[in-house]
Each structure stands twice: as structure tokens, then as C-alpha cells.
């Protein structure tokens, strides 16, 4: 296998992946031996021609591909947040788990019921491929968590929530209503509102 003869515009690939693109188990290691891809774990490879940015969040969810970015990181992401978080908060089901972990950046991993984990998942898939909560999610995780997040964190997330255009108060109380933080909810808009 020649080395121009393959290209690949994605940084992360796993071993599913490649074999439904028609690769086999021998094509794939022979990629690893001419350098194309490097092996990070049992199923997961990198692009070593990667020419796009590099994200964090497609990191952290290649290594995590059932992970969805979460807390801080996605307040962050959907500029909620002046704070900028030392890892990326990502979220797995409490009944997952993670074989292995990148080298950098590093995982704040936060465990969700599977009815959190599973409600409001978008995928980011322009340039780079992550999934991440809505933002009205986001609101809500931080303030239903906001004694580990930290109550000043949570008043600037739904702060800046509240002066958004395209806010959506009717699918934050909805989703406040199903996830179990109602009654807190509305405190904190008493307050600041």
C-alpha cells in the first residue's frame, strides 16, 4: 500500500470505522507501519496527516465516544461562562466505563442517570466531531450540580442565559421540570430576576 494512495480528512478513527470504509485488519496495521495513522488504544486511531484544527472536545470524545461534552466545558463552549476549565467536563452513563484516557487534555468525567445522559445530545460535526449538550441542558446540569460546579459559576451560566436573544425559557422550565431541579430553578430567577 502506497502512502499517497490513502487519504483521510478526519483526525480520529476507530476500528469500526475503518473496517466499514472496506479495510482490513492487515490494510489497518499495514497504515500504522507506513505512518499514516498512529495506534492510540485497541480501536482507536489517529490521523498523523491531519491537516484541520485540533479540538479538544473531538479529542476527548474519541477517546470517549459515547462521551457528551457537559458543565463548564459546554457553558464555555456556548459562551455562558467567562471561566475556563482545566479539563473537559465530559459526560458518560453511570453504568459506562473508560478504557483509556488521552494524554492531554485531561477528563473531568461527571456519571448522569441515563435519563440526564441521554436528553437534549447534539452533534457538533462541522470541522470537528463532538457531541455536547443543548444549551438549555447545560443550564440546567450546572445549576441542578451547582454545589460541585460552584454557586458564583452557576449565577453567571444562567446570567448570561437570561440576556441571550435566542433563549428558550419554556424548554428550560420543561427540561427543569423532567430533570428534577424545578423548585430550584425558579428560586434562582426569583433572585436574579
Not at 64 to 73: D, F, I, Y
Amino acid at each position: 500500500m502506497n502512502k499517497n494512495e490513502v487519504t483521510f480528512d478526519k483526525r480520529y478513527y476507530d476500528i469500526k470505522e475503518l473496517l466499514s470504509m472496506g479495510f482490513s485488519y492487515y490494510k489497518i496495521k499495514n497504515l500504522v507501519d507506513i505512518g499514516i495513522f498512529n495506534k492510540l488504544s485497541k480501536s482507536l486511531y489517529e490521523n498523523n496527516n491531519y491537516q484541520g484544527n485540533i479540538n479538544d472536545f473531538e479529542t476527548v470524545c474519541a477517546y470517549v465516544h459515547q462521551g457528551v461534552v457537559c458543565m463548564l466545558s459546554a457553558a464555555r463552549f456556548y459562551n455562558l461562562t467567562n471561566y475556563i476549565p482545566d479539563s473537559v467536563d465530559i459526560a458518560i452513563d453511570r453504568k459506562m466505563k473508560i478504557s483509556s484516557y488521552p494524554a492531554s487534555p485531561s477528563i473531568n468525567v461527571w456519571y448522569f442517570s441515563n435519563e440526564r445522559y441521554e436528553e437534549e445530545v447534539i452533534t457538533v460535526d462541522k470541522e470537528r466531531q463532538f457531541k455536547i449538550y443543548s444549551i438549555e441542558k447545560t443550564v440546567i446540569d450546572i445549576i441542578y450540580y451547582r454545589n460541585r460546579v460552584g454557586i458564583e459559576e452557576t449565577k453567571e451560566v444562567l446570567n448570561n442565559y437570561l440576556k441571550r436573544s435566542d433563549r428558550d425559557l419554556i424548554k428550560l422550565h420543561k427540561l427543569a421540570s423532567k430533570l428534577g431541579c424545578i423548585k430550584i430553578l425558579k428560586t434562582y430567577l426569583e433572585v436574579l430576576v
